[in-house]
């Protein structure tokens, strides 16, 4: 006859195997979801160069040539007229691909730094959408290439979440870092979300910008309360630099 334990060992052993099993296939779909991001930003910046240099081109030629021919054409005034409206299209097809290519790859966070791509994308959202900003960053803040585009994507879904959904008035973003971590902030003063309401759920915008922060080991924390605005915090850890 067998003992109670024994039982109770035979009890549990399925259940510590599905919970292996789910933390297993949690994990790779973590991993997963790591790979398809850095997966989308590399296509996207692979599809901004190609934008940017071959259809760039093309528009800035057949603006050149354009202009030459209204140069040429004479005084038909008719002719004049459809010359310019072409060079008026082109402007603005011209702008269209500039902003596609922005959006798809920021340039001015390859050129200039996070602090730079940050505080021009959070001026043009107010602009925009006539939103009053506030930026608190550190410019000398020096932040590696895979951690900067994470968190100017969370800068960047944040923000579009203040514009869609909380109708504030005003948004201030954050960046700063010490010896430990990277810091980022963006706070609005909207209508605010209960998150102890048992309809709140987590959203996928949310949840890729969470996931974005847990990829490069740091934790995002959301806090909010109805009619009082919503904050956005982001800690990053800072590596080690490396060995000579």
């Avoid at 901004?48 to 800035?60: P, V």
């Avoid at 021009?120 to 590696?144: K, M, N, R």
Wanted: some cysteine.
């Amino acid at each position: 006859m067998s003992k109670p334990e024994e039982h109770c060992a035979t009890a549990r052993r399925p259940a510590s195997e599905l919970d292996a099993l789910v933390e297993a296939r949690t994990a790779e779909l973590s991993a997963l979801s790591t790979h398809l991001q850095e997966l989308a930003e590399k296509e996207k910046s692979a599809l901004a160069r190609n934008l940017h240099d071959q259809l760039g081109g093309l528009l800035t030629a057949a603006k050149m040539d354009a202009s030459w021919l209204q140069s040429r054409i004479g005084t038909d005034a008719a002719v004049q007229q459809r010359l310019q409206q072409l060079g008026t299209v082109l402007d603005e097809a011209m702008d269209v691909k500039r902003r596609v290519v922005e959006e798809l790859r920021p340039s001015l966070l390859d050129h200039f730094g996070l602090p730079t791509a940050l505080r021009a994308h959070l001026e043009a959202v107010a602009a925009q959408s006539g939103l009053a900003c506030e930026t608190l960053i550190a410019e000398e803040t020096v932040v590696p290439g895979d951690v900067g585009i994470a968190l100017f994507r969370v800068a960047q879904e944040a923000l579009t979440n203040v514009v869609r959904h909380a109708a504030a008035q005003r948004v201030r973003l954050t960046l700063a870092c010490d010896e430990a971590v990277y810091s980022l902030t963006v706070a609005d003063d909207g209508r605010g979300i209960d998150l102890e309401s048992p309809e709140f759920r987590w959203s996928h915008g949310l949840l890729g910008m969470r996931h974005r922060v847990r990829a490069l080991g740091g934790e995002l924390a959301l806090h909010s309360t109805p009619h009082r605005g919503t904050v956005i915090e982001v800690e990053v850890p800072r590596r080690p630099p490396a060995a000579p």
